[in-house]
């Protein structure tokens, strides 16, 4: 196995981790959030300030959180996963 | 607001959407030409194209309408609903949208199928998509038909009928490019026209949502804030937040708009932008729930609809008069057409491409004969949606996207997850897999409260919860594993080299 394609390995393989964290972290955080309002409605109930409890707080929170994994995961792909895949490819056309 | 009374404004507006979208379908049809045209649009969209009628896709006229009015009656609890439509993104982000593009060519089941034996997988996938396609699609024009007799005065089934025979335009003649196009006009006049009122609310309360909000507990207590009855049996919540998890990741209108960009990266990038625009659309969605329930007022907004799917309208009136709510309504047309356009391609792909074209015709059929059987499918659809819609006149069809968002997270995620990445999955595997999700989920459905007290009128329920997702999501896994180790398929797991490769690298191994 050539060194490109070790490394296309070696990447795709983080890749895959890196996918099963974020799912794994957007599911926590979620069920999470769900749980609370199951078991805690009180807590949610707190106001933090005038028109503002703890359960928008988290609810916006929530979303946002979608967002930075979101961004996470295209920031990591586009600067190491994309670049092992292109070297990968030209590799094999040159050695073709 | 006069219901029932044709707006001047939504009537102006609503046509000039149907004739603008008709302009694009006869621009779109002279460039389709073949499947991947029909299908795919030349694999010509943009990453943000793409983000955009994804979010187009995604943007119901329920997600808008419903989600607002649930707001402007219940508060926080429409939050609820709203973060659960979202948090299913990043989850399509990482494990489905680039293998997808990588791997298949029009429909999911490409892929489940890639490695296993052709026929069999493809009669089970297909079956899933349709079921996920044809609840959604009832769903959707069921609320088509009650939103536009409310908006614009027309009888339900004139409705139902205009709404079934623009579509099938769309579909028919523009394929998969009119209806990316569609989906994306519609994205931003929805976006737009949820800004503008959100922007017009919140002058009222110097830009400052906490103002909104205070003034709402102050006008309907403090519950307003705080999680009310909507949640009150945790399995169920779970439930719920599981199927609307994991089930974006199987909706089988979602996962085709894929297929239409030139690579992976930017199937990826393309989710990037659909997020965003759909996190920022349910926060605009949220203040518009509450500038309702302030601004319009409670009883005001029960009084014509006891949905209160009438909020956003109604808000609209209130904040910017006649012609606003004329944009408005006309703007949650464009909505449902969109969707309903996306849906029906989706199930036509399902019948001609994976059912005809791989199982009768053993992939044999001349391109001119796959896009002929297409377009007879999507005829075909368009009258079924149309009779269903018509059938169903009536019902409280709120369920039905939930059992849709059920059946895609039950039946068609785990199977599309194991095939893409689990090296022992069997042909066998995949096809109890998705058979068992859809069946278990319309039984236990079938079983639940929602069929058996609300709507049958029995005492007791056979089965106590309404969401079936927490039990049929997990055994749908199991039931694929377990039938896949127990009769090991030679053939599917030597193909997992090759289907690794060509995840990655996007084009075939060479032999």
Known sequence: MSDTQMRLTRVAAARWRLSMLLTAIMTVVYVGFILLIAFNKPLLATVLMPGLSLGILLGVLVIITAWALILVYVKWTNDHYDRAVADSQLARREGR | ?511
């Open chain 2, 1 to 511: 607001m006069q219901t029932g009374e044709p707006n001047v404004v939504a009537m102006a507006g609503f046509a000039i959407f149907i004739g603008l979208s008709l302009v694009i379908t006869w621009f779109a049809a002279r460039r389709t030409r073949s499947t991947e045209h029909f299908y795919a649009a030349g694999r010509s969209i943009s990453a943000i194209q793409n983000g955009l009628a994804l979010a187009g896709d995604y943007m119901s006229a329920a997600s808008f309408l419903g989600i607002a009015g649930l707001v402007a009656l219940s508060g926080f609890d429409g939050l609820i609903y709203s973060i659960g439509f979202l948090v299913g993104w990043p989850v399509v982000m990482c494990l489905i949208a680039e293998p997808l593009r990588n791997l298949g060519k029009f429909t999911f089941s490409d892929v489940v199928a890639f490695r296993l034996r052709q026929e069999p997988v493809r009669v089970a996938a297909a079956a899933g998509s349709l079921a996920v396609v044809a609840f959604y699609l009832i769903a959707q024009m069921v609320g088509a038909g009650n939103l536009i007799r409310l908006l614009f005065g027309l009888s339900y089934e004139t409705a139902v009928v205009i709404v079934g025979m623009v579509m099938l335009a769309y579909v028919l003649f523009g394929g998969m490019i009119a209806t990316t196009w569609v989906q994306i006009v519609k994205a931003v006049l929805l976006l737009l026209g949820a800004f503008l009122l959100a922007m017009m609310v919140l002058m009222k309360f110097s830009f400052n949502p906490l103002a909104l909000f205070a003034e709402a507990s102050r006008l309907y207590g403090v519950g307003v804030l705080a999680p009310g009855r909507l949640v009150s049996d945790p399995v169920d919540a779970i439930s719920l937040g599981l199927a609307l998890m994991f089930g974006t990741a199987g909706l089988p209108h979602i996962l085709m708009r894929f297929y239409t960009v030139p690579d992976a990266r930017t199937a990826r990038v393309s989710v990037a932008y659909a997020t965003a625009a759909i996190g920022g659309f349910y926060l605009l969605t949220f203040i518009l729930g509450f500038g309702a329930m302030v601004l319009v007022g409670q009883p005001a907004i029960r009084a014509v609809d006891a949905g209160g799917n009438m909020a956003a309208p109604l808000l609209a009136e209130v904040v910017g008069g006649q012609a606003f709510l004329g944009f408005i309504a006309a703007v949650a047309f464009a909505t449902i057409l969109a969707v309903v356009a996306g849906l029906t391609l989706a199930g036509a792909a399902a019948l001609s491409h994976d059912i005809y074209v791989h199982v009768f015709r053993h992939s044999r059929a001349t391109e001119k004969e796959q896009l002929l059987v297409a377009r007879g499918a999507t005829i075909l659809l368009a009258v079924f949606s149309i009779v269903l819609g018509i059938a169903f006149k009536g019902q409280n069809v709120a369920y039905m996207v939930g059992l849709a968002f059920a059946i895609a997270a039950s039946a068609n995620f785990p199977a599309l997850l194991l095939s893409m990445f689990w090296r022992p999955f069997t042909t066998r595997g995949a096809q109890m897999s998705i058979l068992f999700g859809t069946a278990a989920t319309l039984i236990l459905i079938w079983l639940s409260p929602t069929i058996q007290m609300d709507l049958l009128g029995n005492k007791t329920a056979y089965f106590p919860y309404r969401n079936p997702g927490l039990f049929t999501i997990p055994l749908s896994f199991i039931v694929g594993i377990v039938t896949s180790l127990l009769a090991p398929e030679t053939a599917a797991t030597e193909g997992f080299a090759r289907l690794e490769h060509q995840i990655h690298l996007g084009e075939e191994e060479p032999a």
